[in-house]
């Protein structure tokens, strides 16, 4: 099952090899409509401070990626001199043991970054691997021009710190909830970290991403996830329809699991 699981990922690693090269090409191209959404990068906390031409700048040098399911962008100690933002799809952080288990560390959406810390630290290299969930665009962004960018703006340069801090204080939170509380925990504080903030009643939460990296994501066994969802139902909680999960009363949820989501 172990050497399974690592050859897939060799093989996933393969495919991924031409979107890798890419991204090695100092060439490259710079993005151009209708290749990218404008909009939807300007209004991130990392762009949305930057003058025309700072932006205009950063575009250039900047690269959109279409990927397919399972695509590799990147593999642990590959040379980080990028980093990202999905524009369509989903991708997947995660590490990859010696058997072969892959812990999925986070799931990114379209509009969020990754990668950006690394652009502080010399010769470095990605600490984990990074693969689409679903056919996706990503756009890289290279770590030199933007670094040069922040040097002119001090507001830029303090909306990166303020991420940032707040991504540390999740991952904290994450590493909490990993090592303190039980998988129950975990999945219903996932399940409500879903549904608006605010809804009371009745709640639906389709799941986007297989159930089994849902699984990884929560650090519990796919057979252990299963056995989660029906103790769920069994209790009236939860009905799950295929990747739609149906919350019975998200108040009743939220304070018979109250220790969750402190």
């Given at each position: 099952?172990?050497?399974?699981?690592?050859?897939?990922?060799?093989?996933?690693?393969?495919?991924?090899?031409?979107?890798?090269?890419?991204?090695?090409?100092?060439?490259?191209?710079?993005?151009?409509?209708?290749?990218?959404?404008?909009?939807?990068?300007?209004?991130?906390?990392?762009?949305?401070?930057?003058?025309?031409?700072?932006?205009?700048?950063?575009?250039?040098?900047?690269?959109?990626?279409?990927?397919?399911?399972?695509?590799?962008?990147?593999?642990?100690?590959?040379?980080?001199?990028?980093?990202?933002?999905?524009?369509?799809?989903?991708?997947?952080?995660?590490?990859?043991s010696e058997e072969g288990q892959e812990k999925v560390v986070r799931i990114i959406n379209p509009g969020q970054t990754f990668g950006e810390a690394l652009?502080?630290?010399?010769?470095?290299?990605?600490?984990?691997?990074?693969?689409?969930?679903?056919?996706?665009?990503?756009?890289?962004?290279?770590?030199?021009?933007f670094l040069h960018v922040l040097r002119e703006s001090t507001e830029t340069t303090f909306r990166l710190l303020g991420l940032l801090s707040y991504r540390?204080?999740?991952?904290?939170?994450?590493?909490?909830?990993?090592?303190l509380q039980r998988a129950p925990c975990r999945f219903v504080r996932y399940l409500l970290e879903q549904v608006p903030e605010g809804q009371q009643g009745?709640?639906?939460?389709?799941?986007?991403?297989?159930?089994?990296?849902?699984?990884?994501?929560?650090?519990?066994?796919?057979?252990?996830?299963?056995?989660?969802?029906?103790?769920?139902?069994?209790?009236?909680?939860?009905?799950?329809?295929?990747?739609?999960?149906?919350?019975?009363?998200?108040?009743?949820?939220?304070?018979?699991?109250?220790?969750?989501?402190?």
């Amino acid at each position: 099952m172990a050497a399974s699981r690592q050859n897939g990922f060799l093989l996933r690693l393969a495919s991924g090899r031409a979107c890798r090269l890419l991204l090695s090409n100092s060439k490259g191209y710079g993005m151009a409509p209708p290749l990218f959404k404008e909009s939807l990068i300007r209004r991130s906390e990392l762009f949305s401070a930057l003058s025309p031409a700072q932006w205009e700048t950063v575009r250039l040098e900047a690269k959109v990626l279409s990927m397919k399911r399972d695509e590799v962008l990147f593999a642990e100690q590959d040379q980080a001199d990028r980093f990202f933002m999905v524009a369509r799809g989903m991708i997947k952080l995660f590490l990859l043991s010696e058997e072969g288990q892959e812990k999925v560390v986070r799931i990114i959406n379209p509009g969020q970054t990754f990668g950006e810390a690394l652009m502080f630290l010399k010769e470095t290299r990605y600490p984990l691997h990074a693969a689409a969930l679903q056919p996706s665009d990503v756009y890289a962004f290279k770590s030199s021009v933007f670094l040069h960018v922040l040097r002119e703006s001090t507001e830029t340069t303090f909306r990166l710190l303020g991420l940032l801090s707040y991504r540390l204080q999740n991952q904290l939170q994450e590493i909490d909830g990993i090592t303190l509380q039980r998988a129950p925990c975990r999945f219903v504080r996932y399940l409500l970290e879903q549904v608006p903030e605010g809804q009371q009643g009745q709640a639906e939460v389709t799941l986007n991403i297989p159930k089994q990296v849902l699984a990884a994501h929560i650090s519990v066994q796919p057979a252990s996830f299963s056995r989660l969802l029906r103790e769920l139902s069994d209790k009236g909680m939860i009905r799950v329809e295929g990747n739609t999960i149906h919350i019975t009363n998200v108040a009743e949820l939220r304070n018979k699991y109250a220790s969750c989501h402190r």
